[in-house]
């Protein structure tokens, strides 16, 4: 073969050197008197912006009997405030031309909209209205809680791996939150009432437990003044304490069997690992990102690679690090057997994969390419105001802030193979492990089943 | 050494807009051309990021499949960075996978009805630039379609259709588009049989025949000059094989009325309304779009979501949507229910359906309508990979070059009868096809 098309390049090249953090003062940060953090990324590309604001709280505050709280009271966030009426949110931000919604996880609540900037004045005072005059009735709530129900059982009961995830969760955390479903369990919304949502939006949502994030074409003065004059006239509040919840440390591998309608069974792996908290003298966490990314980073990751094109054992396989939340940190790993290959044999073989890293280390050509798509990442970002605004938010949601954005990239580069093969050896073992295996169902429960081969029930 | 990247990243932070500055009332400036290898090219200039997004587009889609191979066009496409096999090059998957990692390039491939697409996005800094689309045109140009990843790739494909044929929304889906389609290659999908029977060389044939130049549709969006896009763009096209004529397509015939009812345990019926529709250059494209804004295609705003969800809690998603294609596209309702609310749910929409085709929207609705599509057309051009989802449907299906600059326009210009007429002509109520997946 020829190698003159393909020299050496630049990026590998640059590779030994740390880069250096950035130096200008984008984005920019301002905390109101009441609490509030302000954060604007200026991003003059084009007459867009992003106004979002993230509340910290989400599933992990909730409590046994009421889960899906938080996610039931962003439903509940478009039902109108008191000068506002029901509907007129959705349509104020469609006549900007623009468009939004909300989301909800384990750790956050989140509320965005994208609008031409000539808009944003409207909807950021659209936005700081409902942060205190919600104002939804009981038959709005009893109409509202059948569609988060709908979402339920279109997102979970009805799929096969959203269940197995919701199992392998409810499995391998016994007293830590991460344990319950952020949209909570079908009995509790059945039993959720209107004056449950309405003590879960008196005790979070308020200005010293919220951040706002303004990404595109603005000024960040004038915005800061626009969220002084939206958001500055709310009082902060006593938030209710959040105790830790830590969970146990496991002693012995976890099982876990899901039954639904499918044609292949599909397994999960989950160990506890650490996470992030010190972005500065934390190792372990950005080794295990590094780990993930050696497995799963890219097309050329060793999952693909050995599993799914070498050994073809798997239809798919993937692997993933989630240590970067507010919660207990799982590293992940999960494949779909191939049509001859048993689920015995997948989970050989992902912990194979593993103990390869743990005995022989990875090469300095992989730790490159993690690093490589690490710097060609950054610059590819910077073509969605969306996906800026997400990362500054989740990061600020989960405790960190924007400026550990950008040590956390460069920690990441500085990881070594050794630190690599350290975690890989260290976290790895059965006693921390937790494994949820979907186990087919015919469709039509009279029909002849073809059992996957070797399947232990 | 080239520049650094970290530089371009820090650069990037004070650039100034220079993207589409008049954008409230134009769309960017897209520069058109004939490459030497008569290939359609594409190009806008935008040099505020160091990104190159390229895209070429072929006539290689399920429509050019010959009959009872369901499933190549999609497996041509797939396997284009498999191998690679020409006089000066011979690269295997594994060494082109890690080539577009050490690249920091991302490239993708797909085919749907009507086209095949290959896209690239690249760091513009010159050595990853130069790398990437060198890759780019060997894998265009000189597949090796090595028999063993095929046979790989064949069963993969076997067993997400088995895995499909399990999942209530694709059996949904699937039915609805034979039911649709029943004489057309728009109603032929892969089945695990079809799949089994397609061979290397009918690999290596499709490709020959529909990855030509001539054919071509290369849309560059990014940091480089005019200067630079013709090359690439002839860089890229180049070596491809003299190709054939594409095999023509009948016209769709429209269905029979149908509503079909399929048994499944799910706890949710999920239900499919709709009709062949819709095709690209259409005289009536704005008509539609803009009444289906009001109907089901407006998010939250729309009736649908206030009918189905807003007011009754029936479903989670509701919505209702045109996919013009080169032939007449579906339009098609989708939502999903509690199994025994399905025959409620269906009627409802049903009735919003005959109402809005009778009646189409109030003039308060349209005016909301053409508010949001006018106002927000800038935020479906705000990013370089927005541009190119518009660019390269402009491209393939040669719409005028001005589709953009004219848009606001042709959108502030419709009427409520020409709705009510363009509805009429292209939903017949009595010929739409239903499909109910899990019900009682």
Same mark, same amino acid.
């Given at each position: 073969?020829?190698?003159?098309?393909?020299?050496?390049?630049?990026?590998?090249?640059?590779?030994?050197?740390?880069?250096?953090?950035?130096?200008?003062?984008?984005?920019?940060?301002?905390?109101?008197?009441?609490? +509030?953090?302000?954060?604007?990324?200026?991003?003059?590309?084009?007459?867009? *912006?992003?106004?979002?604001?993230?509340?910290?709280?989400?599933?992990?505050?909730?409590?046994?009997?009421?889960?899906?709280?938080?996610?039931?009271? $962003?439903?509940?966030?478009?039902?109108?405030?008191?000068?506002?009426?029901?509907?007129?949110?959705?349509?104020?931000?469609?006549?900007?031309?623009?468009?939004?919604?909300?989301?909800?996880?384990?750790?956050?609540?989140?509320?965005?909209?994208?609008?031409?900037?000539?808009?944003?004045?409207?909807?950021?005072? +659209?936005?700081?209205?409902?942060?205190?005059?919600?104002?939804?009735?009981?038959?709005?709530?009893?109409?509202?809680?059948?569609?988060?129900?709908? /979402?339920?059982? +279109?997102?979970?009961?009805?799929?096969?791996?959203?269940?197995?995830?919701?199992?392998?969760?409810?499995?391998?955390?016994?007293?830590?939150?991460?344990?319950?479903?952020?949209?909570?369990?079908?009995? %509790?919304?059945?039993?959720?009432?209107?004056?449950?949502?309405?003590?879960?939006?008196?005790?979070?949502?308020?200005?010293?437990?919220?951040?706002? *994030?303004?990404?595109?074409?603005?000024?960040?003065?004038?915005?800061?003044?626009?969220?002084?004059?939206?958001?500055?006239?709310?009082?902060?509040?006593?938030?209710?304490?959040?105790?830790?919840?830590?969970?146990?440390?496991?002693?012995?591998?976890?099982?876990?069997?899901?039954?639904?309608?499918? %044609?292949?069974?599909?397994?999960?792996?989950?160990?506890?690992?650490?996470?992030?908290?010190?972005?500065?003298? %934390?190792?372990?966490?950005?080794?295990?990102?590094?780990?993930?990314? *050696?497995?799963?980073?890219?097309?050329?990751?060793?999952?693909?690679?050995?599993?799914?094109?070498?050994?073809?054992?798997?239809?798919?396989?993937?692997?993933?690090?989630?240590?970067?939340?507010?919660?207990?940190?799982?590293?992940?790993?999960?494949?779909?057997?191939?049509?001859?290959?048993?689920?015995? /044999?997948?989970?050989?073989?992902?912990?194979?994969?593993?103990?390869?890293?743990?005995?022989?280390?990875?090469?300095?050509?992989?730790?490159?390419?993690?690093?490589?798509?690490?710097?060609?990442? $950054?610059?590819?970002?910077?073509?969605?105001?969306?996906?800026?605004?997400?990362?500054?938010?989740?990061?600020?949601?989960?405790?960190?802030?924007?400026?550990?954005?950008?040590?956390?990239?460069?920690?990441?580069?500085?990881?070594?193979?050794?630190?690599?093969?350290?975690?890989?050896?260290?976290?790895?073992?059965?006693?921390?492990?937790?494994?949820?295996?979907? %186990?087919?169902?015919?469709?039509?429960?009279?029909?002849?089943?073809?059992?996957?081969?070797?399947?232990?029930? | 050494?080239?520049?650094?990247?970290?530089?371009?990243?820090?650069?990037?932070?004070?650039?100034?807009?220079?993207?589409?500055?008049?954008?409230?009332?134009?769309?960017?400036?897209?520069? =058109?051309?004939?490459?030497?290898?008569?290939?359609?090219?594409?190009?806008?200039?935008?040099?505020?990021?160091?990104?190159?997004?390229?895209?070429?587009? &072929?006539?290689?889609?399920?429509?050019?499949?010959?009959?009872?191979?369901?499933?190549?066009?999609?497996?041509?496409?797939?396997?284009?960075?498999?191998?690679?096999? #020409?006089?000066?090059?011979?690269?295997?998957?594994?060494?082109?996978?890690?080539?577009?990692?050490?690249?920091?390039?991302?490239?993708?491939?797909?085919?749907?009805? #009507?086209?095949?697409?290959?896209?690239?996005?690249?760091?513009?800094?010159?050595?990853?630039?130069?790398?990437?689309?060198?890759?780019?045109?060997?894998?265009?140009?000189?597949?090796?379609?090595?028999?063993?990843?095929?046979?790989?790739?064949? =069963?993969?494909?076997?067993? @997400?259709?088995?895995?499909?044929?399990?999942?209530?929304?694709?059996?949904?889906?699937?039915? &609805?588009?034979?039911?649709?389609?029943?004489?057309?290659?728009?109603?032929?999908?892969?089945?695990?049989?079809?799949?089994?029977?397609?061979?290397? @060389?009918?690999?290596?044939?499709?490709?020959?025949?529909?990855?030509?130049?001539?054919?071509?549709?290369?849309?560059?969006?990014?940091?480089?000059?005019?200067?630079? @896009?013709?090359?690439?763009? =002839?860089?890229?096209?180049?070596?491809?094989?003299?190709?054939?004529?594409?095999?023509?397509?009948?016209?769709?015939?429209?269905?029979?009325?149908?509503?079909?009812?399929?048994?499944?345990?799910?706890?949710?019926?999920?239900?499919?309304?709709?009709?062949?529709?819709?095709?690209?250059?259409?005289?009536?494209? &704005?008509?539609?779009?803009?009444?289906?804004?009001?109907?089901?295609?407006?998010?939250?705003?729309?009736?649908?979501? =206030?009918?189905?969800?807003?007011?009754?809690?029936?479903?989670?998603?509701?919505?209702?949507?045109?996919?013009?294609?080169?032939?007449?596209?579906?339009?098609?309702?989708?939502?999903?229910?509690?199994?025994?609310?399905?025959?409620?749910?269906?009627?409802?929409?049903?009735?919003?359906?005959?109402?809005?085709? @009778?009646?189409?929207?109030?003039?308060?609705?349209?005016?909301?309508?053409?508010?949001?599509?006018?106002?927000?057309?800038?935020?479906?051009?705000?990013?370089?990979?927005?541009?190119?989802?518009?660019?390269?449907?402009?491209?393939?299906?040669?719409?005028?070059?001005?589709?953009?600059?004219?848009?606001?326009?042709?959108?502030?210009?419709?009427?409520?009868?020409?709705?009510?007429?363009? &509805?009429?002509?292209?939903?017949?109520?009595?010929?739409?096809?239903?499909?109910?997946?899990?019900?009682?």
């Amino acid at each position: 073969m020829s190698n003159r098309l393909f020299a050496m390049t630049a990026l590998a090249a640059v590779l030994g050197g740390v880069l250096p953090a950035p130096t200008h003062a984008n984005p920019y940060e301002h905390q109101l008197k009441n609490g +509030l953090r302000v954060i604007v990324l200026e991003d003059h590309r084009a007459p867009t *912006v992003v106004h979002m604001v993230w509340y910290r709280a989400g599933a992990m505050d909730e409590k046994d009997g009421d889960t899906g709280t938080a996610h039931a009271l $962003e439903h509940l966030m478009f039902k109108g405030t008191k000068s506002v009426g029901a509907g007129e949110f959705d349509k104020r931000v469609a006549a900007t031309g623009g468009n939004h919604n909300a989301g909800t996880s384990r750790d956050y609540t989140n509320y965005f909209q994208v609008v031409p900037k000539t808009a944003l004045a409207e909807v950021m005072a +659209l936005e700081a209205d409902r942060m205190k005059n919600l104002a939804f009735d009981d038959k709005q709530f009893a109409s509202e809680i059948k569609v988060v129900m709908e /979402e339920r059982r +279109l997102r979970t009961d009805d799929n096969p791996l959203a269940q197995l995830n919701e199992a392998l969760r409810a499995t391998a955390f016994t007293a830590h939150p991460y344990r319950r479903p952020t949209i909570g369990w079908m009995n %509790d919304l059945e039993n959720m009432t209107a004056t449950d949502a309405r003590l879960w939006y008196k005790n979070w949502y308020a200005p010293n437990n919220a951040i706002v *994030v303004v990404v595109g074409d603005v000024s960040h003065a004038e915005i800061f003044k626009l969220a002084e004059k939206n958001y500055g006239k709310y009082q902060r509040i006593v938030l209710p304490v959040r105790k830790p919840q830590t969970e146990p440390r496991q002693k012995g591998v976890r099982r876990v069997i899901v039954k639904a309608p499918a %044609d292949q069974a599909y397994v999960m792996m989950a160990w506890k690992v650490p996470n992030l908290r010190n972005v500065k003298q %934390d190792r372990e966490p950005y080794a295990l990102d590094v780990l993930a990314a *050696v497995l799963n980073g890219h097309d050329a990751a060793r999952l693909s690679k050995n599993l799914v094109r070498g050994s073809q054992i798997a239809q798919s396989a993937s692997a993933g690090y989630d240590g970067g939340g507010r919660g207990e940190a799982l590293f992940i790993m999960a494949a779909r057997p191939s049509a001859s290959k048993t689920v015995e /044999e997948i989970e050989t073989a992902l912990r194979s994969e593993i103990k390869n890293i743990a005995e022989q280390g990875i090469s300095d050509e992989e730790l490159a390419r993690v690093k490589i798509q690490l710097i060609a990442s $950054e610059v590819y970002k910077r073509d969605s105001l969306m996906a800026q605004a997400q990362e500054i938010g989740s990061a600020e949601a989960a405790g960190f802030s924007w400026r550990d954005i950008n040590i956390q990239l460069e920690q990441i580069k500085t990881v070594t193979a050794d630190e690599v093969q350290a975690v890989a050896k260290k976290y790895f073992a059965d006693d921390g492990l937790t494994i949820a295996v979907l %186990d087919p169902q015919p469709v039509d429960p009279k029909a002849p089943k073809r059992t996957p081969v070797g399947f232990r029930h | 050494m080239k520049s650094h990247p970290a530089n371009i990243i820090h650069a990037v932070a004070f650039a100034g807009a220079v993207f589409f500055s008049a954008l409230a009332n134009a769309g960017p400036a897209i520069e =058109q051309w004939i490459a030497p290898s008569g290939a359609r090219v594409y190009f806008v200039e935008i040099r505020t990021l160091p990104i190159l997004d390229v895209q070429v587009d &072929f006539t290689a889609g399920g429509t050019q499949v010959s009959p009872g191979k369901a499933g190549l066009a999609g497996l041509t496409a797939g396997l284009l960075d498999a191998g690679i096999n #020409d006089a000066d090059t011979v690269l295997s998957e594994e060494q082109i996978s890690g080539r577009w990692v050490d690249l920091g390039a991302i490239v993708g491939t797909s085919a749907d009805q #009507d086209r095949a697409s290959v896209s690239l996005r690249t760091l513009s800094s010159s050595a990853e630039k130069e790398g990437s689309l060198a890759l780019l045109s060997k894998i265009l140009a000189s597949p090796s379609f090595p028999p063993e990843i095929l046979e790989r790739e064949k =069963q993969r494909n076997i067993s @997400a259709i088995r895995e499909g044929e399990t999942r209530p929304a694709v059996i949904a889906s699937r039915r &609805f588009a034979t039911l649709m389609y029943p004489d057309h290659p728009y109603g032929i999908l892969p089945t695990t049989q079809s799949v089994a029977s397609i061979e290397r @060389a009918d690999l290596v044939a499709f490709h020959r025949a529909h990855y030509a130049a001539s054919a071509a549709s290369v849309s560059i969006i990014g940091d480089v000059s005019r200067a630079e @896009a013709e090359a690439i763009a =002839q860089r890229l096209t180049s070596a491809l094989p003299a190709g054939e004529a594409s095999n023509p397509v009948p016209q769709v015939t429209m269905p029979l009325e149908t509503v079909e009812k399929i048994a499944h345990p799910a706890t949710q019926s999920h239900m499919r309304v709709g009709v062949p529709a819709l095709r690209r250059g259409d005289p009536d494209f &704005f008509p539609l779009i803009v009444g289906n804004y009001t109907l089901g295609g407006g998010g939250f705003a729309s009736r649908l979501i =206030q009918e189905v969800r807003d007011k009754r809690g029936l479903a989670y998603s509701v919505g209702s949507n045109f996919s013009p294609r080169k032939l007449d596209g579906p339009f098609e309702i989708s939502l999903q229910t509690k199994r025994d609310q399905a025959d409620a749910a269906l009627k409802l929409v049903n009735q919003e359906l005959a109402k809005f085709i @009778a009646s189409g929207p109030t003039p308060v609705e349209l005016a909301a309508a053409k508010k949001n599509l006018v106002d927000g057309f800038g935020l479906r051009l705000d990013s370089n990979a927005k541009l190119m989802a518009h660019l390269s449907v402009i491209g393939y299906y040669q719409l005028p070059l001005t589709y953009l600059d004219d848009y606001q326009a042709k959108v502030q210009a419709v009427t409520i009868d020409q709705i009510k007429a363009a &509805f009429a002509k292209h939903v017949p109520l009595g010929g739409l096809v239903t499909v109910i997946v899990a019900t009682d």
